[in-house]
């Protein structure tokens, strides 16, 4: 069985009684197997990255001149994802500190801090939804600055974290609810574009505001006349 990740997979096979110059033939339809080749007893192809949360399967049909077709069974074992413990470390009325740690540290990761309501008035309702507006705001910040390393550039600007990673988020207000969010990103091999690589993982975080003391004032009046 194959893990998520994928890659190069060889095979080693012998041809009993063949025919000289004839080499075996293997073919799927399988979208996710690629490079398929045989020769000289190697058989290799290329397993894509299962970036699913469910494990796949297909077989690999192989024929030769005058033999019923065999069939070698591929397996892959589903992603597995990306998750992420929030914990607020500190708080005051109008900031608070977050602790955020990553279960795999070699992804980058998204974290903001955002108030409930946006994402009412926004209409954002689902994770596909929310990831396609944090696209086109980070991406159009990065096109403007013309970021020619897409992963170098978020995690200079703070737009994306990698590893464990302690966030002071300023300027919140006492009684409002927010919403801190966390997913992982990965980035293609031209470092140019992203897409989300986890579930989004978050936790809603309200300040409270400062309480008041009771307060006592002692006023002696003096009066003359």
């Keep these: 069985e194959l893990d998520s990740e994928g890659g190069e997979v060889n095979i080693t096979y012998i041809i009993n009684n063949g025919i000289n110059g004839i080499d075996i033939v293997a073919s799927t339809e399988a979208e996710w197997i690629s490079d398929i080749v045989a020769n000289e007893g190697t058989l290799t192809f290329t397993a894509a990255k299962n970036k699913d949360n469910e494990a796949r399967e297909t077989r690999l ?36 500190t977050t602790l955020i740690t990553p279960s795999n540290e070699e992804y980058a990761y998204i974290a903001y801090m955002a108030e409930v309501d946006y994402f009412l008035s926004a209409q954002i309702t689902t994770a596909e939804e929310l990831f396609q507006d944090d696209y086109n705001y980070f991406m159009a910040f990065a096109q403007q600055w013309e970021a020619p390393l897409l992963k170098e550039f978020f995690l200079m600007n703070y737009v994306a974290y990698q590893g464990e990673y302690s966030i002071d988020w300023t300027g919140m207000m006492p009684g409002k609810e927010y919403v801190l969010y966390v997913y992982a990103i990965e ?28 307060i006592d004032f002692d006023v002696e009046v003096t009066v003359d006349g």
């Design 61 to 96: 049909r192989i024929t030769y001149p005058n033999v019923e077709s065999q069939y070698i069974l591929i397996k892959q074992s589903k992603f597995d994802a990306i998750t992420f413990t929030l914990e607020v470390t500190s708080s005051t009325s109008t900031s608070c």
């Design 187 to 214: 980035f293609n091999e031209d470092n140019n574009d992203y897409w989300m690589a986890s579930p989004i993982t978050y936790e809603l975080i309200t300040l409270k505001g400062n309480e008041l003391s009771d």
